[in-house]
Nanobody
């Protein structure tokens, strides 16, 4: 019943910006912590950023200062604003939350940073 749907990925040049969205359904969104992860081909999935139900944010060192996670509880949506993008940011980006001791993931959205 819980569903997360990412959108907003695409192709951007190095130094460019992109905003990802994750729309949630099946949960009381405002009380859930949310996170963004990413996975490049052949690599481990890595954590990118998290935001608590209260709005506290934390970031992986690789994206700190460039990415901003936020949420709009009225729209049941979490965002990832990505600035100063680098080729190494290329990956499939996934939205995540925890429900009853299990992880719930979206389908992912592709971000490609290339000239």
């Amino acid at each position: 019943q819980v569903q997360l749907v990412e959108s907003g990925g695409g192709l951007v040049q190095p130094g460019g910006s992109l905003r990802l969205s994750c729309a949630a359904s099946g949960i009381i969104f405002r009380i859930f912590d949310m996170g963004w992860y990413r996975q490049a081909p052949g690599k481990q999935r890595e954590w990118v950023a998290s935001i608590t139900s209260g709005g506290t944010t934390i970031y992986a060192d690789a994206v700190k200062g460039r990415f901003t996670i936020s949420r709009d509880n009225a729209r049941n949506t979490v965002y990832l604003q990505m600035n100063s993008l680098k080729p190494e940011d290329t990956a499939v980006y996934y939205c995540n939350t925890g429900v009853g001791g299990r992880s719930v993931w979206g389908q992912g959205t592709q971000v490609t940073v290339s000239s």
